[in-house]
């Protein structure tokens, strides 16, 4: 299976604090989001951006709105 450099954003299910991180993930966007979202549990895939980018990003906590 063919594999690709992402930056991926995540959100945590239980305090909405925000990580981005350098990872491989298939080029198959669902089989992507299946993939990280199983290596990160608590997790949800937010965005998934081609190439290494992590070191040079911003994550930011979201708010609960309620």
Do not use: Q
Request: aromatic residues 6%.
């Amino acid at each position: 299976m063919a594999r690709r450099p992402y930056t991926v954003v995540l959100m945590s299910t239980d305090n909405l604090s925000v990580s981005i991180v350098n990872s491989a993930a298939p080029l198959d966007r669902a089989k992507a989001r299946w993939e990280i979202e199983k290596n990160n549990p608590g997790c949800k895939l937010v965005a998934l951006i081609p190439g290494h980018h992590a070191a040079a990003s911003w994550g930011f906590h979201v708010d609960d709105a309620s």
